[in-house]
């Protein structure tokens, strides 16, 4: 009994640490107005910035996504809160836009890194027996991290003093704490290799794994590209067309999106894998309807449904398409299988990001966003309409 309390206690010091990495990544998205007033630059620069973290996480992902099973959990978690340091203190250094370059990279790496160390390493914490549980707490995380960072961010920028400061030092000083946490707990991988055994893991598709891997990359990129243009460009929307001036608001806003996607990976352990599937692919075709409606109305009520409905869309389809093709993939193929659904997850994220950078200036920011929302809804009507005539049948859960 008394063994399994301190297995939770490390499992839940483990989550907090992930939370602590992925919060540093979603940080500065409230703060891009604020940067643009300081620096004069374009919504197409400010999507450029937020994209240059995918590439890092992108890299991280192709050279030595699996670097925690060689080198260790430890040491792959203090290299990505190394990371995390170096990208906040680039932002408490920022003069220009070059900093600013150099912080989302160096984010990017950081995410890199935790993305999968961090969830090998909650699951490797928790006490015998407790694997669904620990998954639970790796998702919520996560996205917990993910959501925490915009609303740390923009309650800070609106109620404390140096709000292009004050974020990151707090970051740092959390950073390093979690350091100190990690050299505190245990080392879960037994056998241990050099650094230089990490190997490159190139994107590998097995034919088992095609049918299901092409409706489920598609639900997948639809929803991070539904996150990359949500965090990037919303708080400039909110602020030139909703009149939205509270940081505070904005990062709550953004929050609720990432709050809603761990909801919805909640749900499908009780919905199930090939119900998630076709059930998150219309959550998300309505969130991204309600966005669309958003753009064209200015309402922020509708902004504010299309983060909810938008991130639930998100966790249901992403968790479950992780399933579906974690469970179709051979055995000896399953890490290179889900680094390919991640590659094209945080393709997601960074492609259709620029894009509506690009369309911005032509267009307009709403018009750029409704191109954006009308290309997205055809390839989540296409996953879905997929799905539904061939139903997902892995077996996984």
Do not use: K
């Not at 960072?149 to 959390?174: I, R, S, T, W």
């Not at 509506?356 to 920011?365: A, D, E, H, W």
Request: with cysteine; net charge positive; charged share 10%.
């Amino acid at each position: 009994m008394a063994g399994d309390r301190q297995g939770w206690l490390r499992c839940l010091l483990g989550g907090a640490v992930f939370v602590v990495g992925m919060a540093g990544t979603t940080l500065p998205t409230p703060l891009y107005p604020l940067y643009q007033a300081e620096f004069g630059f374009s919504e197409l620069i400010v999507t450029v910035v937020y994209a240059v973290y995918a590439f890092g996480v992108i890299g991280v992902l192709l050279l030595a996504g699996d670097a925690s099973d060689t080198v260790g959990r430890r040491p792959a978690l203090l290299w990505g809160l190394g990371f995390a340091v170096a990208s906040a203190v680039c932002f408490l250094c920022a003069d220009g836009l070059g900093w600013l370059y150099a912080g989302r990279l160096l984010s990017g790496l950081s995410a890199g890194l935790f993305t999968g160390a961090a969830t090998a390493y909650v699951m490797d914490l928790a006490p015998p027996g407790g694997a669904s549980r620990a998954t639970l707490v790796a998702t919520a995380a996560n996205m917990g991290g993910l959501g925490c960072g915009p609303l740390l961010a923009g309650l800070l920028a609106e109620y404390a003093p140096e709000p292009l400061l004050l974020p990151f030092a707090v970051h740092l000083a959390l950073a390093l704490l979690s350091a100190v946490v990690v050299l505190r707990l245990p080392e879960t991988v037994r056998e241990r290799r050099p650094l230089s055994a990490v190997r490159p893991r190139w994107p590998a598709l097995p034919a088992p794994v095609r049918p299901v891997f092409v409706p489920a990359a598609l639900a997948s990129f639809v929803g991070f590209a539904l996150f990359g243009v949500f965090t990037s460009v919303s708080p400039a929307f909110l602020a030139r067309f909703l009149h939205v001036d509270n940081h505070a608001v904005t990062g709550l806003v953004v929050a609720l999106a990432f709050f809603s996607s761990t909801a919805g990976q909640f749900a499908v352990g009780r919905v199930g894998v090939p119900r998630s599937l076709p059930l998150g692919c219309a959550v998300l075709f309505a969130g991204l309807a309600l966005l669309a409606g958003a753009l064209a109305t200015d309402l922020l009520a509708l902004v504010v449904l299309a983060a909810v409905v938008g991130g639930t869309g998100q966790g249901l389809t992403f968790r479950a398409a992780l399933s579906a093709v974690a469970g179709a993939a051979p055995e000896d193929r399953r890490a290179a299988v889900i680094s390919t659904l991640f590659l094209v997850a945080y393709t997601g994220i960074s492609l259709p990001v620029i894009g509506v950078g690009l369309l911005t200036g032509p267009l307009g920011l709403e018009r750029a966003g409704l191109v954006f929302t009308g290309c997205m809804l055809l390839l989540v009507a296409c996953a879905g309409a997929y799905l539904l005539r061939r139903p997902v049948r892995t077996g996984a859960r």
